[in-house]
């Protein structure tokens, strides 16, 4: 995980196996999770850039 230079995006970078899909789901109080990205790898890693809204942002990923 890293943060755009002015703090408004952050970029995750997934790694699995190729054809596996995974839910980057985002959260500001670690107990409501919102799906914000689905995708399949069509390698060993995947970089997925997400927006940055308000004072504190968490972020999980899983598989599907």
Request: charged fraction near 20%; hydrophobic fraction near 30%; charge should be positive.
């Amino acid at each position: 995980l890293s943060t755009s230079p002015g703090g408004t995006s952050a970029t995750l970078v997934v790694e699995g196996k190729p054809g596996e899909r995974y839910v980057i789901e985002t959260s500001t109080t670690l107990e409501g999770w919102t799906p914000a990205l689905t995708n399949t790898l069509s390698g060993t890693a995947a970089t997925n850039s997400l927006p940055l809204q308000g004072e504190r942002r968490f972020f999980r990923c899983r598989a599907r």
